[in-house]
């Protein structure tokens, strides 16, 4: 059986004002918001609608005059824009016009009231579309990218056309053949969306926005089928993984609670090096990683992860880095942002990435801790402190690449390059070419800008950027669709390439070089003899795409 369907929808676009049928409401919840002028103000409206797992189940249904919307709570925007929703969706029934008889199989039921879900509003359209709406992140309006949410008492073989109507942005992966993630209760592997099954277009009926609709087909109908902008990585499946390795007992991992957010959860900093690396009276070396300051990347959790599970194995290159360096990592900046579902923000509506050069003990308490811990150990002579990378992920761009800042010194601008370029060396995926170094104003407030001017110039800063949809390697003619396993692959290579920048190959017991191709060729001129027991993670490298095992094409 054809489980998706296939392409021969068309791509239509119906008016809000026209065919549109908004389903039978519970009761009116109308919120006039003025201008919010003052920082107590946006805590409290945090703190009311977000600071309890209730958030994510207010009432069903909002209706006024104008009709009546899938979601809790409105913003009216009196100056005559869009309303904002606040809340998700929670086992919202969407049952044909005019129909009042009893629940039946089709009548599809929506509920984003789970971690780090968001969809906001749903329209009916017709029997087969139906518009959706990203929730915006809490306490701003302005961004809308991500969604997660799950579908219900469907028919077999019922299909159906989804249109996510209001991105907050315009450019988009969608255009080069990124799809949405889809998994089932039956089959609980997520798989990507066939391309060929998903348009992004400007709609005219949209205020002109750009939409991105997908079709497909239910095939089973007691499965519940859940939908996600990528693949999730919550709060909860770090905590578990976390969780995992301290009942290993790793005498060279620490697990230590950093701060707490504020809704009181856990900001998590691993210590990874050898205890007699630490005990030392030599300076040591150490390395700074933190990841998903920006909650809806969660690609940025997969490479994190594929760092850490490195660096704590058994393998003989992932030993000598224990024993030359101390690794501090920080997997979660954001965690009240992740579990809210949010793409951009924390829980009060802040970028917690334009904070870094003064942040707040409580509206920004994680970043708060993290920028004093780093403060405290530059300050501490016996340290090092090397290397800062703050992991993210890239809407609009493919393969893994770096930001790093500029100087005004020619030797340390070619100092910067060198861990970009080896790199681009062990990781198939990565691309030096994409690499670039700025001084962009609106960066300012980076990790990597403000830490990049606080540390010495033996230090150096990166944001590390992994796409979320694909990579473009020299020996394939299309992107290779990234999967939750090559994401973590990056990160294995990310560690390792440390080996290479501190050049303790020679500690390895195999020293035989093997050439590891670059994806771009720019360090083919003189190039680095990569040794094989770095044992860098390389894809087959014939350009195939992973298949998809769980829904046909």
Known sequence: MNHVAEAEYPRTCTSVGQSQHRVKPHCTVMLRVEAIGITGMLVLLAEAFYSTPSLFRASEMSCGSDGCWAGSIRKRNEAGGEDALVGNVNKLTVSPPGYTGPLRK????????????????????????????????????????????????????????????????????????????????????????PPKNVYYYRCPDHRRNYVMSFAFCFDREDDVYQFAYCYPYTYTRLQHYLASLERRNLPYLQREQLGLSVQQRRLDLLTITNSENVRSEKEKKLVFLTARVHPGESPASFVCQGVIDFLVSHHPVAQILRDHVIFKIVPMLNPDGVYLGNYRCSLMGFDLNRHWQDPSPWAHP????????????????????????????????????????????????????????????????????????????????????????????????????????????????????????????????????????????????????????????????????????????????????????????
């Open 106 to 193: 089709g009548h599809l039921i929506f509920d984003a009231c789970f971690e780090s879900g968001n969809l906001g509003r749903v329209d009916y359209i017709g029997d087969f579309e139906f518009d959706l709406f990203i929730r915006p992140d809490t306490c701003n309006p302005r961004f809308r990218v991500w969604f997660n949410f799950t579908v219900e008492n469907v028919r077999e073989t019922q299909r159906v056309i989804f249109n996510v109507v209001n991105f907050s942005k315009t450019k988009s992966l969608y255009r080069d053949g990124m799809s949405p993630v889809v998994k089932s209760t039956s089959r609980p592997k997520w798989q990507r969306l």
């Open 366 to 553: 994680t970043l708060h801790a993290v920028k004093q811990l780093i403060v405290q150990m530059n300050q501490d002579p016996s340290v090092s402190l090397e290397f800062y990378i703050d992991i993210h992920s890239h809407s609009t761009m493919l393969n893994g690449f770096m930001y790093g800042n500029v100087f005004e010194e020619e030797e340390r601008v070619q100092r910067q390059a060198v861990f970009p370029r080896l790199l681009c060396q062990n990781a198939p995926d990565f691309s030096f070419s994409n690499t670039s170094f700025n001084r962009d104003k609106v960066k300012a407030g980076t990790g990597r800008r403000f830490l990049g001017g606080l540390l010495d110039d033996t230090s150096y800063c990166y944001t590390l950027e992994v796409s979320f949809y694909g990579y473009m390697t020299s020996v394939c003619t299309a992107a290779v669709p990234y999967s939750e396993e090559i994401y973590m692959k990056l990160g294995r290579n990310v560690a390792r390439t440390f080996l290479d920048y501190y050049k303790l190959n020679n500690l390895t017991k195999d020293n035989r070089p093997t050439n590891i191709h670059c994806t771009d060729g720019i360090s083919q001129t003189g190039k680095s003899k990569i040794l094989s027991s770095t044992g860098a993670i390389r894809d087959s490298g014939d350009g195939k795409k992973e298949k998809n095992q769980i829904f046909g094409h």
